[in-house]
């Protein structure tokens, strides 16, 4: 699992690798969604207030805007997020609030993934051409998809 208490504190950042997505997590997963950055604000001296247009909700819950929160981004393990950016998020309720962080599984989209939230034929998606975690990424969405069409989780 990843480390997220410093995402609410001044610690320094350690997080320990991604394993396969398991339905378990997925489950505890607050949201997961591919959204666009529509504002970032500052929440206290440590966290920032994200505002994300959902563009494709993974986990079929219907919000079509959240807030999160992630760290400042200075070695605390924040999301380095800013506005216009389209994200995959994966979130976690960390002490009552809703938090992504660079030890999980959000990740930065950008043109190089051809728009990764508008491919639907994953089965024809070029892995080879993309980094591991773009793939890691494609494949967890690949799989969200299938849990979320076929049954309630």
Same mark, same amino acid.
């Given at each position: 699992?990843?480390?997220?208490? %410093? /995402? !609410?504190?001044?610690?320094?950042?350690?997080?320990? #690798? +991604?394993?396969?997505?398991?339905?378990? @997590?997925?489950?505890?997963?607050?949201?997961?969604?591919?959204?666009?950055?529509?504002?970032?604000?500052?929440?206290?001296?440590?966290?920032?207030?994200?505002?994300?247009?959902?563009?494709?909700?993974?986990?079929?819950?219907?919000?079509?805007?959240? %807030? /999160? !929160?992630?760290?400042?981004?200075?070695?605390?393990? #924040? +999301?380095?997020?800013?506005?216009?950016? @389209?994200?995959?998020?994966?979130?976690?309720?960390?002490?009552?609030?809703?938090?992504?962080?660079?030890?999980?599984?959000?990740?930065?989209?950008?043109?190089?993934?051809?728009?990764?939230?508008?491919?639907?034929?994953?089965?024809?998606?070029?892995?080879?051409?993309?980094?591991?975690?773009?793939?890691?990424?494609?494949?967890?969405?690949?799989?969200?998809?299938?849990?979320?069409?076929?049954?309630?989780?």
């Amino acid at each position: 699992m990843t480390f997220f208490a %410093s /995402i !609410l504190s001044a610690e320094a950042c350690q997080c320990k #690798g +991604l394993k396969k997505l398991r339905k378990a @997590e997925l489950l505890n997963a607050e949201s997961v969604f591919i959204g666009r950055v529509i504002s970032v604000d500052s929440a206290d001296s440590w966290n920032r207030v994200v505002v994300l247009e959902v563009i494709d909700n993974l986990k079929k819950d219907g919000r079509k805007k959240m %807030s /999160i !929160l992630t760290g400042g981004g200075m070695g605390d393990c #924040g +999301l380095p997020i800013k506005a216009g950016q @389209e994200w995959y998020i994966f979130t976690q309720t960390i002490e009552g609030k809703v938090a992504a962080t660079i030890c999980g599984r959000s990740m930065l989209l950008n043109d190089s993934l051809a728009s990764i939230s508008n491919m639907h034929g994953y089965d024809n998606f070029l892995f080879e051409k993309y980094s591991d975690n773009v793939r890691r990424v494609a494949e967890e969405i690949k799989y969200i998809r299938r849990k979320y069409s076929t049954t309630v989780l």
